[in-house]
Nanobody
Framework: QVRVVESGGGLVQPGGSLRLSCTTSELTFSNYAMSWYRQAPGKERELVASISPAGINTNYALAVKGRFTISRDNAKNTVYLQMNSLKPEDTAVYLC???????????WGQGTQVTVSS
């Protein structure tokens, strides 16, 4: 059974940093594009960042560009989201998504809470 598990969330002050990790199992990680989404209370889920299977191409939401960096380690079946200069509006549940390129196969994790507050 495919598993997608996020970790690394927590409470951080404005201006601080966090690094989220997402580890998968029971799928061929290098065949999947990986993305981070977030969902704040009362808001729709939004795409934060994505990375291609080989890690060559990345894409970011305008709201996080220049502050967040997505990366992956295919040997560890893990994708990361380095978040710097965090703002209160970054507060949300962050969810990891794995999507097989050219297929409808997609898997979601349960999410990890990020709270930015003083």
């Amino acid at each position: 059974q495919v598993r997608v598990v996020e970790s690394g969330g927590g409470l951080v002050q404005p201006g601080g940093s966090l690094r989220l990790s997402c580890t998968t199992s029971e799928l061929t990680f290098s065949n999947y594009a990986m993305s981070w989404y977030r969902q704040a209370p009362g808001k729709e889920r939004e795409l934060v960042a994505s990375i291609s299977p080989a890690g060559i191409n990345t894409n970011y939401a305008l709201a996080v560009k220049g502050r967040f960096t997505i990366s992956r380690d295919n040997a560890k079946n893990t994708v990361y989201l380095q978040m710097n200069s965090l703002k209160p509006e970054d507060t949300a549940v962050y969810l990891c998504n794995a999507r097989r390129v050219g297929s409808r196969d997609t898997y979601w994790g349960q999410g990890t809470q990020v709270t930015v507050s003083s």
